[in-house]
T-cell receptor, first 114, second 115 residues
Framework: DQQVKQNSPSLSVQEGRISILNCDYT??????FLWYKKYPAEGPTFLIS?????DKNEDGRFTVFLNKSAKHLSLHIVPSQPGDSAVYFC?????????????FGKGTRLSVIA | EPEVTQTPSHQVTQMGQEVILRCVPI?????FYWYRQILGQKVEFLVS????????KSEIFDDQFSVERPDGSNFTLKIRSTKLEDSAMYFC?????????????FGDGTRLSIL
C-alpha cells in the first residue's frame, strides 16, 4: 500500500546545479506535505512543508511545488551543495482532530558531486 | 535549537525479552509519536500520544507494544516480548500542535537488534 511514492531511489547532481526530487501520492485526503532530510545515523530533519491550499513554498535554496490535480510534489534545491548529500523523504498527512500520522515515501538518496 | 533526544542509541536484546526505549521530546511540545524503520524499508507510524492517552495507533502497534509518559519529560515505548522482526530503527517525534500543519521533529533514533 504505497500511498506516498518516491520512484527514484537515487539522484546525482553536480555542485551548483539544480536538484529536483519528486514525490507522488494516491490518497486525496492528504492535505499537508513535508520534506525531511536524513543523514546516516541521524533522525529525519524537517526541511520544508506545504499545505494543499498552496502550490509553492520557498525557503532559501529550497522550494516545494505541489500539483494537486496530478497528486505530485517536487523539491527543488538551487544551487545544490555537497552538504545536501543525504536521503530525502517525502511525507504526507491528512489533517485530523489531533495527532496526524505522517505517511512516508521510501526516500531518494541525493549525491551532490563537487 | 531544541531537539528530541533518544536513549539508548543502540539496544541489543534477546528474543522474548522486554525492552524499553526512551525519548525526551522538545519541552513545549504536546504531541508525541513513535515511528520505526526496518532496514531497507519505509519509516512507518506506530503510535501517537496526547494528554496521557494514545490518540491513534497503526496495526503494527499490537498488544506487545505500550507507551507511557512516566513524568513530565520522558516518553517511552515498551515492547513486552520482543521478536526477531522487531529489529529496526525506532524514532521518537514530537510536535507543538497536533494539527496537520505543524511539522513533527524527530530524534536520532534507537537501533534495536533482536538476537
Amino acid at each position: 500500500d504505497q500511498q506516498v511514492k518516491q520512484n527514484s531511489p537515487s539522484l546525482s547532481v553536480q555542485e551548483g546545479r539544480i536538484s529536483i526530487l519528486n514525490c507522488d501520492y494516491t490518497n486525496s485526503m492528504f492535505d499537508y506535505f513535508l520534506w525531511y532530510k536524513k543523514y546516516p545515523a541521524e533522525g529525519p530533519t524537517f526541511l520544508i512543508s506545504i499545505s494543499s491550499i498552496k502550490d509553492k513554498n520557498e525557503d532559501g535554496r529550497f522550494t516545494v511545488f505541489l500539483n494537486k490535480s496530478a497528486k505530485h510534489l517536487s523539491l527543488h534545491i538551487v544551487p545544490s551543495q555537497p552538504g545536501d548529500s543525504a536521503v530525502y523523504f517525502c511525507a504526507a498527512s491528512a489533517q485530523g482532530s489531533g495527532n496526524t500520522p505522517l505517511v512516508f515515501g521510501k526516500g531518494t538518496r541525493l549525491s551532490v558531486i563537487a | 535549537e531544541p531537539e528530541v533526544t533518544q536513549t539508548p542509541s543502540h539496544q541489543v536484546t534477546q528474543m522474548g525479552q522486554e525492552v524499553i526505549l526512551r525519548c525526551v521530546p522538545i519541552s513545549n511540545h504536546l504531541y508525541f509519536y513513535w515511528y520505526r524503520q526496518i532496514l531497507g524499508q519505509k519509516v512507518e507510524f506506530l503510535v501517537s500520544f496526547y494528554n496521557n492517552e494514545i490518540s491513534e495507533k497503526s496495526e503494527i502497534f499490537d498488544d506487545q507494544f505500550s507507551v507511557e509518559r512516566p513524568d513530565g519529560s520522558n516518553f517511552t515505548l515498551k515492547i513486552r516480548s520482543t521478536k526477531l522482526e522487531d529489529s529496526a530503527m525506532y524514532f521518537c517525534a514530537s510536535s507543538e500542535q497536533g494539527l496537520g500543519n505543524q511539522p513533527q521533529h524527530f530524534g536520532d533514533g534507537t537501533r534495536l537488534s533482536i538476537l
